[in-house]
């Protein structure tokens, strides 16, 4: 299976149950089950500041990187996802 980047949060998608469904169940090939479930969102109103802030402890811990440099990776990385890169949601 190929594996994927939910383009909301940026998880890896590997399993089947990773990913997000649907109204009917179908499988959505961009976004994970966190983020995404019954055709929608499952936080609508989320920022990107909001997603970038929950992966600053796991990149700095992880990546080994100061808070800074966790800060502009991870806001790259996910201004590049389809959810926040359409939008541009700076706030």
């Not at 299976?1 to 149950?17: A, D, F, K, L, T």
Request: proline share 2%.
């Amino acid at each position: 299976m190929i594996e994927r980047y939910c383009q909301s949060c940026g998880r890896m998608m590997r399993e089947e149950q990773d990913y997000g469904r649907e109204g009917d169940g179908c499988r959505n090939e961009n976004y994970c089950s966190h983020c995404y479930r019954n055709g929608q969102f499952t936080e609508p109103n989320l920022t990107r500041w909001q997603i970038v802030a929950r992966i600053l402890p796991i990149w700095m811990k992880e990546k080994h990187l100061t808070y800074r440099d966790a800060l502009v990776d991870a806001n790259y990385f996910i201004s590049s996802l389809r959810r926040w890169h359409a939008r541009q949601i700076w706030t």
